[in-house]
């Protein structure tokens, strides 16, 4: 079992950045896999970014390629999402998840294996 606690949203205008933290608890960080993904309202959970569980292998989203970097520090149980140049279509929840097929990284929601509750992050113009 994995519990995963994302922070770092809030308000934020067009053209800046923002620092998303994901902890980790419960078994080893480093087993894992990890994604960003978000939702905003009416529409589906969609992929953000990808990183696998050593940080040699990442994947993006196309709408964020570019503008958002994830990486991981197993030492502290923590997965990042660095977002810059935000626009006000990156308003949305944004959850971390916990992947178990660690070598890899996945862009389907229903491949990962744990997620957390999610944090606002508002982007206004």
């Known amino acids: 079992q994995v519990q995963l606690v994302e922070s770092g949203g809030g308000l934020v205008q067009a053209g800046g950045s923002l620092r998303l933290s994901c902890v980790a608890s419960?078994?080893?960080?480093?087993?894992?896999?990890m994604g960003w993904f978000r939702q905003a309202p009416g529409k589906e959970r969609e992929f953000v970014a990808a990183?696998?569980?050593?940080?040699?292998?990442?994947y993006y989203a196309d709408s964020v390629k570019g503008r958002f970097t994830i990486s991981r520090d197993n030492a502290k149980n923590t997965v990042y999402l660095q977002m810059n140049s935000l626009k006000p279509e990156d308003t949305a929840v944004y959850y971390c998840?916990?992947?178990?097929?660690?070598?890899?990284?996945?862009?389907?929601?229903?491949?990962?294996?744990?997620w957390g509750q999610g944090t606002q992050v508002t982007v206004s113009s």
């Open positions: 998840a916990a992947d178990s097929f660690k070598w890899s990284v996945r862009i389907r929601a229903e491949e990962y294996d744990y």
């Open positions: 419960g078994r080893t960080f480093s087993s894992y896999a």
């Open positions: 990183i696998n569980w050593s940080g040699g292998s990442s």
